[in-house]
C-alpha cells in the first residue's frame, strides 16, 4: 500500500507481510517497484544505521546539491516519530512538514527525496533506524534547520529530548536560504 501526500514527492510504503506460527516475511525493497512507486530511476549508493536512546531526536538534517541525498527510511527495531521538512524554494509546500510514524512493528517505509530536511524522534529505547541514501555522506556539505523551531511547529512526541550540540545551534527557516 501506497500514501502519496499533499507534499509532493513523499511516499510512504507499507510492505505486504506475511505471518504465520514461525513469524513474519516481507520484501523490505525491490529496486523495480520502488521506480515505479517514485516515477523514475533512483540508485541508492549508501546504507546507514543509527541506534538511538528513547527520547534521542535526530534532525532536521539535509545535505546541499550537488551532494544532496534522497533516503528512504525504515525501523528494524523500536519506533519513531519520522519528520520530513520541504526546503525546494519553488514549491507551494515550502516549509511544511509530514511527520509519520514508523516501527519494527508497523514494517512501513518512508521516501524522502532532495531537497527535503529529516530528522526523527526515538520513542523506544534502542531504536535501530535504516537509511538507504542515494548520495554519499559529505561533510562539507551538511546543513540542518533548528529541531524545535517554532515556526515549523513539530510535535516529536518526546518529553526530554536528548540531541547532538550540532542540533541544539541549527538555523530556524526564517534565517534559513534554501539551496534546493
Known amino acids: 500500500m501506497i500514501k502519496k501526500f499533499n507534499i509532493k514527492g513523499l511516499v510512504l510504503i507499507s510492505n505486504r507481510i506475511f505471518k504465520d ?61 519520522d519528520v520530513a521538512v520541504d526546503l525546494r524554494k519553488k514549491s507551494p509546500t515550502y516549509g511544511q512538514h509530514i511527520a509519520v510514524e514508523l516501527s519494527a512493528e508497523n514494517n512501513k517505509m518512508f521516501w524522502v527525496p532532495e531537497g527535503f530536511a529529516h530528522g526523527f524522534s526515538a520513542l523506544e529505547e534502542n531504536t535501530i533506524f535504516s537509511y538507504k541514501c542515494t548520495n ?9 534547520l533548528l529541531w524545535n523551531d517554532a515556526d515549523l511547529n513539530i510535535d516529536w512526541k518526546v518529553e526530554q529530548p536528548i540531541l547532538s550540540d550540532k542540533d541544539l545551534i541549527s538555523e530556524k527557516l526564517t534565517t534559513f536560504v534554501s539551496p534546493f
Not at 33 to 49: A, L, R, S
Request: glycine share 10%; aromatic share 12%; no cysteine.
Open 21 to 81: 506460527d514461525r513469524g513474519l516475511f516481507f520484501e523490505s525493497f525491490n529496486q523495480d517497484k520502488f521506480n515505479e512507486i517514485v516515477g523514475k530511476p533512483i540508485t541508492f549508493v549508501q546504507d546507514n544505521i543509527s541506534h538511538s536512546k528513547k527520547g534521542v531526536v535526530r534532525g532536521l538534517h539535509f545535505q546541499k546539491p550537488p551532494f544532496a541525498q534522497g533516503k528512504l527510511v525504515q525501523v528494524l527495531k523500536g519506533s519513531v516519530i
Open 136 to 144: 554519499f555522506y559529505h561533510a562539507q556539505s551538511e546543513g540542518s
